[in-house]
T-cell receptor, first 114, second 111 residues
Framework: ETGVTQTPRHLVMGMTNKKSLKCEQH?????MYWYKQSAKKPLELMFV???????ENNSVPSRFSPECPNSSHLFLHLHTLQPEDSALYLC?????????????FGQGTRLTVV | GQQVMQIPQYQHVQEGEDFTTYCNSS?????IQWYKQRPGGHPVFLIQ?????EVKKQKRLTFQFGEAKKNSSLHITATQTTDVGTYFC???????????FGQGTELSVKP
């Protein structure tokens, strides 16, 4: 248990579906992140939020829409995804965006787009 | 932008052999972090190095930070099957305020 909880753990969705991934942290952290991890590929940073404000959008397609209602919760809304979007989506949090803080990861959501 | 490169991508060793993974950054890093991801798991923080030339040990794991703070290495002595997983290095992009991960080195250990 890392203090970062992601739901659901597994998700299968069709290309026309709309779904949301949820991330929750009880560590009192101010920064939250979404990473994508595809097979045989490195961790790709998607979005960064600091104090509920988005500070980074790493050229992510608009079919991925993040939402951060407060510092403890982060969502990733999905719509009209493609099969190549199938991957492990990892949420992480850190105390803030200063460069001496470590990241705590959730267990991830394994997404399959059919 | 800042890039963090890691080699090798895969390493297969016999149990008891040593293992090393190397990390190089395109820019000087303020610090370097190392994470381990077990098969089917998520990345877990191992350690952080801050000072130029710093060396830290965790049991059989030895972490080094280069003098120029642009490279780092993780060395495991006498690997065990419990060492299996992917090891990532990560550096902070100070300008962007984000943590950039290397590609990772996947270690497999044959009993």
């Amino acid at each position: 248990e890392t203090g970062v909880t992601q739901t659901p753990r597994h998700l299968v969705m069709g290309m026309t579906n709309k779904k949301s991934l949820k991330c929750e942290q009880h560590l009192g952290h101010n920064a939250m992140y979404w990473y994508k991890q595809s097979a045989k590929k490195p961790l790709e940073l998607m979005f960064v939020y600091n104090f509920k404000e988005q500070t980074e959008n790493n050229s992510v397609p608009s079919r991925f829409s993040p939402e951060c209602p407060n510092s403890s919760h982060l969502f990733l809304h999905l719509h009209t995804l493609q099969p190549e979007d199938s991957a492990l989506y990892l949420c992480a949090s850190s105390q803030d965006l200063r460069d001496y803080t470590e990241a705590f990861f959730g267990q991830g959501t394994r997404l399959t787009v059919v | 932008g800042q890039q963090v490169m890691q080699i090798p991508q895969y390493q297969h060793v016999q149990e008891g052999e040593d293992f090393t993974t190397y990390c190089n950054s395109s820019t000087t890093l303020s610090n370097i972090q190392w994470y381990k991801q077990r098969p089917g798991g998520h990345p877990v923080f191992l350690i952080q190095l801050v000072k130029s030339g710093e060396v830290k040990k965790q049991k059989r794991l030895t972490f080094q930070f280069g003098e120029a703070k642009k490279n780092s290495s993780l060395h495991i002595t006498a690997t065990q099957t419990t060492d299996v997983g992917t090891y990532f290095c990560a550096g902070w992009d100070n300008q962007g305020g984000k943590l950039i991960f290397g590609q990772g080195t996947e270690l497999s250990v044959k009993p």
